[in-house]
């Protein structure tokens, strides 16, 4: 029974071979974030975040606030390029049902599969993984704006 109401499904869309590799190596698959490419958003900073930013920026005397405003602005967005490289993912779908659009958008062969488990077992292992190999591991959800 499902005692924390923070507790939800959640959903791993995969083909057959993906799911395989899970079994043979007893471990999820993190990769890169830099190579998940089908979303150009991926890792980037939203433009009413950088808005807010730039807002709060002091006013800099003998500076051009135009000119310093987009050199932090392209050093911020630099710095987050360079994170796509040292952030490794596992995304998962919370939802109470399967989902078709998830089918059809992540199991593009007929063998495919879906894992299902929960937030809270997913912190477990998080935690459990953190404790044994004194890796920084978080898990955590995503939200979109």
């Not at 950088?50 to 135009?66: D, L, S, V």
Request: charged share 30%.
């Amino acid at each position: 029974m499902n005692t924390n109401p923070e507790n939800k499904k959640i959903w791993r869309y995969m083909d057959f071979a993906k799911f395989l590799n899970i079994l043979n190596y007893s471990a999820l698959y993190f990769p890169k974030l830099g190579v998940l490419l089908e979303d150009p958003y991926e890792c980037t900073i939203p433009e009413l975040n950088m808005e807010e930013f730039k807002n709060k920026i002091p006013k800099i005397e003998n500076i051009e606030p135009e000119k310093y405003l987009i050199q932090a602005e392209a050093h911020i967005r630099g710095l987050c390029e360079q994170r796509k490289n040292h952030i490794f993912v596992c995304s998962w779908h919370i939802n109470q049902n399967e989902s078709y659009l998830m089918w059809n958008t992540y199991c593009k062969i007929q063998d495919s599969i879906a894992i299902v488990s929960s937030t809270d077992k997913i912190q477990k292992a998080v935690e459990e993984k953190n404790r044994e190999k004194k890796e920084i591991l978080t898990a955590g959800k995503v939200r979109y704006i």
